[in-house]
């Protein structure tokens, strides 16, 4: 008898530890959930941190009428009790809902435009969870008008599937108008990746398109009898761009994404016109020129990157320009009477765009080398009468990688290890350009 109920008792054991097992194995992970919300205030900016139960895909972006920051994620639980905004933050309400089955959607309402600086994830490390960080500041209207809009995230969302709903308020008393789901006049973004300093980029290898790889010149600056800035060390300039053009063009090709050809791809010299002809003559679709900057201040550092204006941004960008443009004078050959065509286009509608279009990648390319730990000066894009970068019909900058008259710098400019961080900033910025050409129609 106590043999049989000693055998019942094991098969009942090993039942109930089955039983266990396939609750534990067959149960569903844990669902997101956002648990917390809070600000920073920052001299520059206001720092918006959602804690997470876990590492997400997300989207964020802007809208207008009324203003709105919004955050896009798979359906999350809400377990964010009262939320202290900052006055200066200009946050009114903060809000959240179903958008469609699966994607559930937070809204940030803004008593006055906000323009997002940054967005990125910061992993659980120790006590502290996963973070969902949005660096953002308050605009003035035109300021918000005339800026280009970015959408940041890996989320993929049919907007098409979206419905307006009734949403939940967090620290808001009455409840809001429904939820106006879609970004106005796009599809969504091919999905994303995100570059090693945490900026969301579009993804490495977007999806089969009906439309022809783009084709990237790169300047690199000076050459030949040219030697441009002289640093330390017995470096120079034109070999320093050379060799970063050069490990930039080879990152390009290897990703698959890019065509790519070079001003020069020797130690030689060429008129400025030339360079601007090369690019018109082979169709580029951007222009990059590489240069390193020289200045009377030793201890200056940072990059720098240049657009084109009738008018410079300050005291030292017109310098630059005047000493940049002078380098035909090194041949022996004067620009000017030249150039004085290429300055008129200036004034032409059909410069407007590409100005435009010149502006949103240097401002793409300030948030990526600034995102990657890379130095980059006060104000960093500035603009001026490059002669280099007055293509008409091509969208161009001139970046100044850092100063060749501060000796540490000069050094780091010619290591190979910091060209390919600098090659991967500008891949990155790239691609964001082109993902948001693409996403207007403009290929």
């Excluded at 999350?76 to 009790?81: A, C, E, L, P, Y």
């Excluded at 009455?174 to 106005?184: R, T, V, Y």
Aim: glycine share 6%.
């Amino acid at each position: 008898m106590s043999a049989r109920l000693s055998h019942t008792a094991r098969h009942f054991a090993f039942f109930v530890m089955a039983m266990i097992l396939f609750c534990v194995i067959s149960a569903p992970a844990r669902a997101l959930t956002v648990d917390n919300i809070r600000f920073g205030t920052h001299p520059d900016k206001t720092r918006m941190v959602l804690e997470l139960s876990e590492k997400v895909d997300f989207r964020v972006f802007t809208l207008s009428n009324p203003w709105r920051l919004v955050i896009d994620m798979p359906a999350f639980g809400w377990d964010v009790s009262a939320v202290s905004t900052p006055v200066q933050s200009g946050v009114s309400s903060i809000r959240q809902g179903p958008l469609q089955p699966g994607i559930s959607r937070i809204v940030i309402d803004m008593d006055k435009p906000a323009d997002i600086k940054a967005v990125f994830f910061m992993p659980r490390d120790g006590n502290l969870p996963d973070r969902l960080v949005v660096d953002f500041n308050t605009v003035s209207t035109d300021t918000y008008n005339q800026q280009q809009r970015k959408v940041y995230g890996r989320l993929v969302i049919n907007d098409e599937n979206a419905t307006d709903t009734k949403s939940r308020l967090v620290a808001s008393v009455k409840e809001s108008a429904p939820l106006q789901a879609g970004i106005p006049a796009s599809k969504p973004a091919a999905t994303p990746a995100v570059s090693p300093g945490g900026l969301i980029i579009p993804q490495k290898k977007p999806p089969e398109l009906s439309f022809e790889k783009p084709l990237i010149i790169i300047d690199a600056g000076h050459g030949g009898v040219d030697p441009g800035a002289v640093g330390a060390h017995g470096l120079n300039e034109k070999n320093i761009t050379l060799s970063m053009a050069k490990e930039l063009k080879r990152q390009l090709e290897n990703s698959g994404r890019y065509r790519v050809m070079m001003t020069r791809d020797r130690d030689a010299y060429l008129r400025l016109y030339q360079r601007i002809d090369f690019a018109r003559r082979n169709k580029g679709d951007l222009f990059i020129s590489l240069h390193a900057d020289s200045i009377d201040k030793k201890g200056v550092h940072g990059a720098s990157v240049y657009t084109l204006s009738e008018n410079a941004s300050d005291a030292q960008t017109e310098r630059l320009a005047m000493r940049e443009n002078r380098a035909d004078l090194i041949a022996g050959v004067d620009l000017s009477a030249e150039d004085e065509v290429v300055v008129n286009i200036l004034v032409d509608l059909t410069m407007r765009d590409t100005m435009n279009q010149s502006k949103f990648f240097a401002n793409t390319v300030v948030d990526i080398l600034d995102h990657n730990g890379i130095d980059i000066l006060d104000n960093p894009h500035r603009y001026a009468g490059f002669a280099v970068l007055k293509a008409p019909d091509i969208p161009s900058i001139l970046i100044e990688m850092g100063f060749m008259s501060n000796g540490a710098e000069s050094k780091m400019l010619a290591n190979p290890g910091f060209q390919q961080k600098m090659a991967r900033a500008l891949m990155d910025s790239l691609d964001i350009y082109f993902d948001r050409v693409r996403r207007n129609g403009r290929t």
